[in-house]
């Protein structure tokens, strides 16, 4: 089947660093990838689409200079959160279209102190 | 953006317990997905939904596309401690299915 990962896991960092997310679709390419954003007993709210050769687009609201995505391989989408702050402590899930359906990554925890 | 509205927000049961978890709109859709999700975890899709009336089983979990298709339902026969979790609608973003509009969510709890 369809595997999607993600590193890290969880990830801990101080307030003001830059924290690099990578999801990787492993056995199957996927031009277009997905990065929700799910904070503790809520659902998953879209951050942005991130396209392949492209730039990502954004859902409203959502700042494009403090999430930075990069979509530079058919298997790999890198979610950059720049100057964290305790705010943007959250579970960031991605997901891979490909095959017809659409593939969810673990999720990476992120906790900024 | 088509809404979903998902009901209840939080179910806590005994096991052996039946429970029902609804996901309305005044939107149609061309499709609706459920998932599970455990903490810490991905969701899991379980079902994806498409046609009007439609009736998909998945052993004790039972989900049903309203006639209209702006509404599905998911019903657990004689829930297990396993059960417990984050349940989700969601649709689809058109010709980008995997852009996902999801529900509140249903926190789900069963008790031993």
């Known amino acids: 089947g369809a595997v999607v990962s993600q590193h890290p896991s969880w990830v801990i960092c101080k307030s003001g660093t830059s924290v690099k997310i990578e999801c990787r679709s492993l056995?199957?390419?996927?031009?277009?990838m997905f990065w929700y954003r799910q904070f503790p007993k809520q659902s998953l709210m879209l951050m942005a689409t991130?396209?392949?050769?492209?730039?990502?687009?954004?859902e409203q609201g959502v700042e494009k200079d403090k999430f930075l995505i990069n979509h530079a391989s058919l298997t790999l989408s890198t979610l950059t959160v720049t100057s964290a702050h305790p705010e943007d402590s959250s579970f960031y899930i991605c997901?891979?279209?490909?095959?017809?359906?659409?593939?969810f990554g673990p999720g990476t925890r992120l906790t900024v102190t | 953006t088509q809404l979903l509205e998902q009901s209840p927000q939080f179910l806590s049961i005994q096991e052996g317990e039946n429970l029902t978890v609804y996901c309305n709109s005044s939107?149609?859709?061309?499709?609706l997905q459920w998932y599970r999700q455990e903490p810490g975890e991905g969701p899991v899709l379980l079902v994806t939904?498409?046609?009007?009336?439609e009736v998909k089983k998945l052993k004790r979990l039972t989900f049903q596309f309203g006639d209209a298709r702006k509404d599905s339902s998911l019903h657990i026969t004689a829930a297990q401690p396993g059960d417990t979790g984050l349940y989700l609608c969601?649709?689809?973003?058109?010709?980008?299915?995997?852009?996902?509009?999801f529900g509140q969510g249903t926190i789900l709890t069963v008790h031993p």
């Open positions: 997901s891979a279209e490909g095959q017809g359906s659409s593939y």
């Open positions: 056995d199957f390419q996927a031009t277009t």
């Open positions: 991130s396209n392949e050769g492209s730039k990502a687009t954004y």
């Open positions: 939107s149609v859709f061309s499709s």
């Open positions: 939904v498409v046609t009007g009336g």
């Open positions: 969601s649709h689809g973003g058109g010709t980008s299915y995997g852009k996902l509009t």
